[in-house]
């Protein structure tokens, strides 16, 4: 993305660049506290964590701003045209992961502090595997790498395998508490959904940096060929 | 608990410029073969492995160029200052004729008809590829007669009031009519330069061309001026073809259907001006469109 004859040009993109990837680590550690925060029933943690959203907010429109600026000033064409919607459009991807992590951690303050479920693992992991393909994503974006962002496109149906473990567990342990499992079984399933929805918004990351990288929007006919 | 992997930082891309690296998916910058699609279906004008020397033989600024210029389209040429945009366009009027040790060599056609063929009157054939240059020039003549000298010279009108009609027709064509229809007498020089390129305009469409050449037309004018002349052109290609080299890929984006990338004499691309400007195949052509050191 660099050696632009106009030399701030490349600075404002590398500008650009690093914000997104401050933001992706911020979702990232929002996103793990949220799931910390329901495997140790920390109520304390998850309300850190409803708050700290305004700061993945404050992001996204800093973000935005920044591309609708360089977009009007430079008037950029090809690859750093791309870069600059894709940027706006991955930053609004982001936001969303930051309101799922933040509905994880909402959630966790409505949860009876005594539960016990072997569902929780299940969406603890599912987190951890969401961390795994944002850490690679960013790694992915710094490079342009189209490789990567594949392979980070492929690790969604992990995660969506998952959702569909989480909900027959918590069905089967609804069976087996009766009534008063109810809203917790029901709270369980709605993580799992959230994070299963972060595997949504990491998939169309991974689709933007393939757009950035090779102009194609549809990156199932490159994983064909 | 399940274990998180560990926050690692990731690398950092930046601070090593690669100059000769190709981009995922682009023609790497040593392969000067023309990518894209370079005919059209019923073209105006089709040019065939065309070679311009200059300097008998010495200089060649025009390497094997074939490409198509087709009905109703404005094709836009674009490329480094030296590339041989300007030659490319006068070797399809022959005005590099006029030029002393220059040659062209390959066919190029107007209607299947090679306007290099023994038989071809320049004159004429000047008439139906008629050409705008970046400096407006009109001629130190009334702007009547700017407008009405080569309808005259080809014999396109026979009396005053065919030659009044031409000259209305064409300067209202050209934008410029309410602008100057009180002051037809005075001289064409004494004209705004925007103005002075409508005239210039006019002065081609009244001898009925097919196609219109245009080398930067809109370089020495305002953002108005260049407005008036983009809309116009537009309109012009409701019934013309027209070629422009332009150094503003903003103006080549917002007029152009097809565009021509040109580098040191080579067609590197040519194809949609959409996908040029969006999603270029060539490293060359990325590099230029985006100002990247090449
Ligand atoms: N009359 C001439 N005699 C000799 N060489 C010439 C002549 N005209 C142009 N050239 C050379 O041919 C090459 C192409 O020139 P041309 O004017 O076509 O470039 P261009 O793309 O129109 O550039 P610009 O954007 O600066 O107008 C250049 O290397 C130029 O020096
Ligand atoms: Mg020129």
């Not at chain 2, 090593?16 to 059209?40: F, N, Q, S």
């Not at chain 2, 070629?243 to 580098?263: D, E, G, K, L, N």
């Not at chain 2, 001006?273 to 985006?290: C, E, R, S, W």
Request: charged fraction near 30%; charge should be negative.
């Amino acid at each position: 993305m660099q050696n632009h004859i106009v030399k701030s040009f490349d600075e404002e993109i590398e500008h650009l660049k690093s914000e997104i990837i401050t933001m992706a680590k911020a979702c990232s550690s929002q996103l793990e506290k949220s799931v910390i925060a329901l495997h140790r029933m920390d109520k304390d943690l998850a309300a850190k964590v409803v708050k700290d959203d305004r700061k993945i907010n404050d992001f996204q429109r800093e973000i935005e701003d920044n591309a609708v600026r360089y977009l009007a000033k430079r008037q950029p064409m090809a690859i750093d045209l791309r870069y600059l919607l894709s940027a706006m459009k991955i930053s609004y991807e982001l936001e969303r992961v930051g309101d799922n992590a933040e509905n994880i951690a909402a959630a966790v303050r409505s949860m009876a502090e005594t539960i016990s479920s072997e569902a929780i693992d299940s969406i603890v992991d599912m987190a951890g595997i969401c961390k795994i393909m944002l850490h690679d994503l960013i790694d992915a974006f710094s490079e342009l790498d189209t490789d990567k962002s594949i392979a980070v496109w492929k690790r969604d149906t992990d995660i969506n395998a998952r959702f569909l473990q989480v909900k027959s567990l918590v069905v089967q342990e609804a069976q087996a508490n009766g009534g008063c499992f109810l809203h917790d079984g029901y709270q369980l399933i709605h993580m799992a959904r959230c994070c299963e929805r972060v595997g949504d918004h990491l998939k169309n990351i991974a689709e933007d940096i393939h757009y950035i990288a090779t102009g194609d929007p549809d990156i199932r006919q490159a994983m064909n060929s | 608990m399940k274990e998180f992997t560990p926050e690692t930082e990731p690398e950092n891309s930046s601070g090593h410029p690669h100059t000769d690296k190709t981009d995922a998916g682009l023609v790497p910058k040593d392969d000067r073969r023309t990518v894209g699609e370079k005919t059209v279906e019923n073209p105006r004008m089709r040019c065939e492995h065309v070679n311009v020397y200059y300097n008998h033989g010495e200089k060649k600024a025009i390497n094997d160029v074939s490409l198509d210029i087709g009905r109703n389209e404005v094709i836009a040429m674009i490329g480094p200052s030296g590339c041989g945009k300007s030659t490319f366009l006068r070797a399809l009027n022959r005005m590099n004729d006029t030029i002393e040790g220059c040659r062209v060599e390959g066919r190029i056609s107007l209607d299947d008809k090679n306007i290099y063929d023994k038989d071809v009157d320049v004159v004429p054939l000047r008439a139906q590829v008629g050409m705008v240059f970046q400096k407006p020039n009109p001629f130190p003549k009334s702007i009547y007669d700017n407008v009405a000298y080569g309808a005259k010279i080809h014999g396109l009108v026979q009396n005053s009031s065919e030659t009044d009609e031409l000259v209305e027709m064409s300067l209202k064509r050209a934008g410029l009519w309410e602008e100057v229809k009180d002051r037809l007498d005075q001289p064409g020089t004494g004209l705004s330069g925007g103005q002075q390129q409508r005239l210039c305009i006019a002065r081609t469409i009244a001898v009925s061309p097919e196609v219109i050449l245009m080398d930067e037309p809109c370089s020495a004018l305002d953002p108005i001026a260049t407005a008036i002349i983009e809309d116009l052109i537009d309109e012009l290609k409701q019934e013309y073809s027209i070629a422009i080299v332009t150094h503003s890929m903003q103006q080549a984006s917002r007029i152009s259907q097809r565009t021509a990338y040109f580098h040191m004499g080579d067609l590197i691309e040519i194809g949609p001006t959409d996908q040029i400007f969006l999603n270029p195949l060539h490293q060359l052509t990325q590099d230029y469109i985006t100002g990247r050191f090449g």
